[in-house]
């Protein structure tokens, strides 16, 4: 548990709801992009419940944010769609619901995409402090910084 508050599900867990939903919806996904949904949905539960959805970090890899966890689940697929058969994860009403709005959201771009979206965006800048676009690190990216961004952007008004 962190001290932001008790995490909604488990990574893992999340992970599988999507991967699930995508295979259900003939929409495959790769680990890639798999990993930047994972980011959209922690730093959007954040900021709309003021509690992390997962407790697992997200770290700053070059490619973008990674739930290491998870990523070696499913490093076997590489760049290529998980084709694993994912069985209906169990996840809470407010997990499933709010999994299927990042999906909405976020889903139709593609990989390559939200790596370039999330890299654009303060968290994964904050926790590279710097380092160059190709340098490796593993340094965890902020859940405070996370919710300060999304908070920022839930606030915005809509254009």
């Keep these: ?23 259900r919806h003939g929409d495959p996904i790769t680990n890639l992009k798999l990993q930047k949904l994972l980011y959209y949905a922690q730093g959007w539960f954040l900021a709309l419940h003021g509690r992390p959805l997962f407790e697992e970090p997200l770290r700053a890899w070059v490619r973008g944010p990674v739930v290491y966890e998870v990523w070696k689940n499913f490093k076997e697929f590489r760049w290529d769609p998980i084709t694993m058969t994912m069985p209906k ?7 499933r619901d709010h999994l299927e709005e990042v999906i909405e959201v976020y889903g139709d771009y593609s990989a390559l995409t939200l790596e370039r979206m999330t890299h654009n965006e303060p968290p994964w800048r904050q926790a590279r402090r710097g380092l160059d676009a190709s340098a490796p690190s593993t340094a965890a990216i902020s859940l405070a910084d996370m919710k300060a961004y999304f908070t920022e952007l839930a606030d915005e008004p809509a254009a």
């Design 89 to 95: 994860p169990s996840v809470s009403e407010l997990a």
């Design 1 to 23: 548990m962190t001290s932001e508050g008790r995490p909604e599900t488990t990574a893992r867990a999340a992970a599988n709801y999507i991967i699930w939903f995508c295979q």
